[in-house]
Every structure is written in structure tokens, then in C-alpha cells.
């Protein structure tokens, strides 16, 4: 049976885990930007920001998914609603 509400969101943890990946970068990220610039610190940053874009698309599709699965019941109640439509 699946969750309906707030919780479906958290549904297997993938977004508490991105979450906390995003936080631990960002960490990561505003050390880094307190250090001189070299080569090394300029790459780092740089994978810090694509892990971030990874995991906010991420976020982004389970909760489209979710949003997706709230709405078809809906559309299905309404539909069953008013057959002739």
C-alpha cells in the first residue's frame, strides 16, 4: 500500500540521502572557498558543484514522481466521477 501525504516523499530514504550529500558538500564547498586558489582546490569545487546539480535533479524527479502518483487517483475518481466527459 502506498503512503499518500508528506510522507510518500521520504519513501526509501533517496531524499533524506540526497539531502544530507547536499549538506555535506556544501560544507565541503565553503571550506574550500575560504583556501587559496590552485588547480587542485578549483577542480574540487567544481565536482562539489556537480555532485549538488546531481543530487537536486534527484530530489527534483522523486518528488515529480510522487506528485505524479498523488495526481493519477484524482484524475481516475474524476473520470469514474463523470463517465461521459
Avoid at 41 to 55: H, K, P, T, Y
Avoid at 65 to 77: I, K, N, T, V
Amino acid at each position: 500500500m502506498r503512503k499518500s501525504g508528506p510522507a510518500s516523499v521520504f519513501n526509501g530514504g533517496a531524499v533524506v540521502h540526497s539531502l544530507s550529500a547536499i549538506r555535506h558538500a556544501h560544507g565541503q564547498l565553503h571550506r574550500l572557498t575560504g583556501m587559496q586558489t590552485s588547480p587542485t582546490v578549483l577542480a574540487s569545487q567544481i565536482e562539489l558543484c556537480d555532485l549538488l546539480l546531481v543530487e537536486i535533479s534527484g530530489i527534483h524527479r522523486s518528488l515529480a514522481r510522487d506528485l505524479e502518483q498523488m495526481r493519477q487517483p484524482s484524475a481516475h475518481a474524476q473520470r469514474m466521477a463523470n463517465p461521459s466527459a
